[in-house]
Antibody, heavy 120, light 113 residues
C-alpha cells in the first residue's frame, strides 16, 4: 500500500519561503504523476501543481510565479516551495499520487497533510 | 479555468435514505477519444485527507461500498449515496482532471437529519 507523508516547518514568517517534503513509501516514485493540493482552514481544496518523475511540471496559474515542485527519485521524495508567503497561504498542504497512466488522472492516494501557518 | 459548482452546499439526510449531490462544470469534461468524463468524487471526513470514491464520473474505486454511485456526462454530474450510513457524514468534493488547473467544487457538507 502506497503511503505518503508530508513534513516541514509548521510556522513560516510572512515574505519567507514555505518548504515541504513528501516522502513516499510502499512503491517507487517513478512513472507516476504527483500533485500538491492545499486547503485553508475550514475551506475547500485548491490544486497547486503536479510533477512527473521526468521532472516536467504544471502549476496553477494563480500560484505559478511563486511555486516550485521538484522530485528526487533516489530518495523517493517530492518537494514543494512557495515563496513570498502571506497569511492567505496558511493551509493544510497535501501531497497526492495520481492514478497510473500516461496522463495526470484522478488523485488516488493522499498524504495526511501538513498544516502550515504563516505568521510573524 | 473550468469552474466546478456543487449543489447544495449542505445536505441533511436521514439514516437509510438517499443522498444526492450535484456537480456542474463550466464546460464539458467529456474526453472525446474514449467517451469518458474526466470527473472524480472524493469524501473528506473531519480531520482526514480526501479519499477517492469515484473516477471517470461513474467508476467506483476499489473497496468503496456499492451504495456510492456516480452518474452524468458532459457538464452535469451526480454522486448518489443510496442508503446513508452514519460513517458517510463528511464533505464531498467533485474534481475535474480534463484540463489544468485541475479544479474542485466548493464541497457539499453531508449530515444526518
Amino acid at each position: 500500500q502506497v503511503q505518503l507523508q508530508e513534513s516541514g516547518p509548521g510556522l513560516v514568517k510572512p515574505s519567507e519561503t514555505l518548504s515541504l517534503t513528501c516522502t513516499v513509501s510502499g512503491d517507487s516514485i517513478s512513472s507516476y504523476y504527483w500533485s500538491w493540493i492545499r486547503q485553508p482552514p475550514g475551506k475547500g481544496l485548491e490544486w497547486i501543481g503536479y510533477i512527473y518523475t521526468s521532472g516536467s511540471t504544471n502549476y496553477n496559474p494563480s500560484l505559478e510565479s511563486r511555486v516550485t515542485i521538484s522530485i528526487d527519485t533516489s530518495k523517493n521524495q517530492l518537494s514543494l516551495k512557495l515563496s513570498s508567503v502571506t497569511a492567505a497561504d496558511t493551509a493544510v498542504y497535501y501531497c497526492a499520487r495520481h492514478s497510473d497512466g500516461w496522463f495526470p488522472y484522478w488523485l488516488q492516494y493522499w498524504g495526511q497533510g501538513a498544516l502550515v501557518t504563516v505568521s510573524s | 479555468d473550468i469552474v466546478m459548482t456543487q449543489s447544495p452546499d449542505s445536505l441533511a439526510v436521514s439514516l437509510g435514505e438517499r443522498a444526492t449531490i450535484n456537480c456542474k462544470s463550466s464546460r464539458t469534461v467529456l474526453y472525446s477519444s474514449n467517451n469518458l468524463n474526466r470527473i472524480a468524487w472524493y469524501r473528506q471526513r473531519p480531520g482526514q485527507p480526501p479519499k477517492l470514491l469515484i473516477y471517470w464520473a461513474s467508476t467506483r474505486e476499489s473497496g468503496v461500498p456499492d451504495r456510492f454511485s456516480g452518474s452524468g456526462s458532459g457538464t452535469d454530474f451526480t454522486l448518489t449515496i443510496s442508503s446513508l450510513q452514519a460513517e458517510d457524514v463528511a464533505v464531498y468534493y467533485c474534481q475535474q482532471y480534463y484540463s489544468t488547473p485541475h479544479t474542485f467544487g466548493q464541497g457539499t457538507k453531508l449530515e444526518i437529519k
